[in-house]
């Protein structure tokens, strides 16, 4: 029977069918020696698989079929820079949980986390939390933000998951659909997550010290079902996704502003850093692209590094 994975332990899965069961479950073996070498888990949250119930045992059952995913969303595994690891599969969209404060969220994070989603071609809210703690000088860094990230065509909104504050405008953006909830630890997502599913209670931590860094307290990928319909998917605090899929000459195709004139460079395989009648660097200049933007751009392309593919 069909079902879905809802959490991934490493060896164990625990996976629900299309009817509301729970089952755990274990791969067959045999797929274990087919998976993608370069993949460290062979099936992820949001993946859908059959599963045959294990005679004798009404709560355990088998995988015995991965189905084909629409899309996953990646990370450079621990275990070595070129093994990815896939946070999780099938997401419509993902919810990028962020803060100006306590602790800052840098705009680099925030641009590495759009160039992986949309080299996946999932689509990205961007929710700055943590409203409630804003002077004056937050509330300008996050219109700045706001009209750059909207310009660029992606949503952008404040709340605070402590007060309440802009939490039914989340609930609408997530109903029907499956949303990967990621952010750095610290950010309040654990906080936003109990806000959405009341009942769940999960874990929050006090930032510590005067570091003023979250303690990582989420440790595996598990998916929710939102009581209004649709599926939350929590990842672990992630601190850097890494771009392991994007060769140099496409990282450019993902900053969606440059689009539009990546055609108009003088050399079509432009890196748009050195190279003479570069029309997004000319973009730059005019004001046309953001210059943090290009910086991250620039950043990012310095970390790929093309003995990946
Ligand atoms: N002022 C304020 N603090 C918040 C808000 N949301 C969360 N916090 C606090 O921020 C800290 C971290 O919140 P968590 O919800 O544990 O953060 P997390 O992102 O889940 O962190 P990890 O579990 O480490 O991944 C806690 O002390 C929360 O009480 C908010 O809207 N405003
Ligand atoms: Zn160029």
Redesign the pocket.
């Known amino acids: 029977m069909q079902a879905t994975i809802y959490k991934s332990t490493g060896s164990w899965y625990v996976v629900k069918t299309n009817d509301g069961e729970i089952y755990q479950a274990r791969m067959k073996g045999i797929f274990k020696k087919n998976e993608d070498i370069t993949s460290t888990n062979p099936v992820a949250v949001g993946d859908l698989v059959e599963i045959e119930p294990e005679e004798g045992d009404a709560a355990n059952a088998m995988i015995t079929e991965i189905g084909e995913r629409r899309n996953y969303i990646v990370r450079s595994s621990p275990h070595g820079r070129l093994k990815k690891h896939i946070v999780a599969a099938n997401v419509d969209q993902a919810v990028l949980?962020c803060t100006l404060k306590?602790p800052k969220t840098s705009q680099g994070f925030i641009d590495r986390f759009l160039v992986t989603a949309a080299a996946y071609h999932v689509p990205v809210i961007l929710i700055f939390?943590?409203?409630?703690?804003y002077r004056e000088k937050e509330l300008e860094r996050f219109a700045e933000l706001e009209e750059l990230y909207t310009g660029i065509g992606y949503q952008v909104m404040l709340i605070?998951?402590?007060?309440e504050d802009g939490i039914d405008e989340v609930r609408a953006l997530l109903k029907d659909k499956t949303t990967l909830a990621s952010?750095h630890?610290?950010?309040?997502?654990?906080?936003l997550i109990n806000d959405l599913l009341p009942g769940l209670d999960l874990r929050?931590?006090?930032?510590s010290g005067w570091s003023g860094k979250?303690?990582?307290?989420?440790t595996s990928a598990e998916m929710y079902d939102l009581p209004d319909g649709g599926r939350l998917i929590d990842t672990p605090?992630v601190r850097e996704f890494g771009i392991v899929d994007i060769p140099k000459a496409e990282l450019s195709h993902y900053f969606l502003e440059m689009v539009p004139y990546l055609s108009e460079c003088q050399f079509n395989n432009c890196l748009h850093i050195n190279e003479p009648g570069c029309a997004v660097k000319q973009a730059v200049n005019d004001g046309e692209i953001n210059v943090d933007r290009y910086v991250s751009y620039a950043t990012i392309l310095e970390t790929i590094n093309e003995k990946e593919y």
């Open positions: 949980i306590e939390n943590k409203k409630d703690i605070s998951a402590k007060e952010g630890s610290g950010v309040g997502k654990s906080s929050t931590t006090a930032v979250g303690l990582h307290t989420t605090g």
